[in-house]
């Protein structure tokens, strides 16, 4: 069995890796400093958590489930010790993307992040349905990177990735800069920024009268068959109207350059400020 040494083990994300983890071929060595944390292990799988000292003896791959603010400070003092040709894995671009790793060439570092269960998806089972952000039964796409090291760790950092967030269908293979640009780019900045701003719509529509279960199932079921349309999941096109109210919104809500949020030096601006 390939070990693993799973920092943060008793988190939220590291109990999320560990639960899928626990049916694999890795064997898992847990990595807890709050005492919460160690009990929610204890309770979970029925071991206690080790010293992390100890945790790393004989370890291939480290994950580091830890929030994107300690990235770095837990590399800092963690990396110094790992023996050559670890693989550390790392849930998210911001902080190797800030350059918050410290620079050691005879490991590898490994990027994996989830897609989530995708809106048109062809879950039928409860569990599946209810899962909106993967890892327990609903099946979702992955992205990863190999930040460095020798091609031959990209394969087990995949491997050790589709377990993690299992049940996995695509695996897509980017860069490190290719996955700030999808987060905090694309999924933060903007996605994030334009749902919650339909919320706020929605809240605007209710204080002006509409009844608040009929404002939030006229927008969702609207959301639904628009993001059919507008990523084709569907075969059609928007009325005149509708795209008329398309032009006149952008000319509204955007600003004419927010395209910019996507140039390198924005990207590096938005990774500093979440790091």
Not at 170 to 181: F, Y
Request: hydrophobic share 45%; with cysteine.
């Amino acid at each position: 069995m390939t070990t693993v040494a799973l920092f943060g083990a008793g988190g939220k994300m590291g109990m999320r890796l560990g639960r899928n983890l626990a049916g694999s071929r890795f064997e898992t060595r847990h990595v807890e400093v709050s005492p919460g944390g160690q009990q929610r292990v204890k309770d979970a799988y029925g071991v206690d958590c080790v010293p992390a000292e100890q945790a790393i003896i004989g370890a291939e791959v480290v994950i580091l489930a830890v929030p994107d603010t300690h990235v770095g400070a837990v590399a800092k003092e963690l990396l110094p010790k790992l023996a050559s040709g670890t693989i550390v894995v790392i849930l998210d671009a911001a902080a190797p993307h800030a350059g918050h790793l410290p620079e050691r060439a005879d490991i590898s570092y490994f990027i994996t992040h989830p897609c989530h269960p995708p809106i048109f998806n062809d879950e039928t089972d409860p569990a599946a349905k209810a899962d909106h952000f993967g890892g327990i039964a609903a099946k979702q796409h992955i992205v990863n990177a190999l930040m460095q090291g020798p091609e031959a760790h990209y394969a087990l950092g995949e491997e050790v990735a589709r377990t993690i967030w299992a049940p996995v269908m695509r695996s897509h293979r980017i860069t490190t800069e290719q996955m700030a640009i999808l987060e905090p780019g694309l999924s933060e900045t903007v996605c994030a920024t334009l749902l919650d701003a339909m919320r706020e719509a929605m809240e605007e529509a209710i204080a002006r009268g509409v009844p608040r279960e009929a404002a939030r199932d006229f927008l969702l079921g609207h959301m639904n068959i628009l993001a059919a349309v507008t990523f084709e999941e569907v075969q059609g096109v928007f009325s005149d109207a509708c795209n008329k109210a398309i032009v006149f919104g952008k000319d509204t809500i955007l600003k004419p350059d927010w395209k910019r949020l996507f140039e390198p030096e924005e990207i590096r601006e938005s990774v500093r400020r979440i790091t």
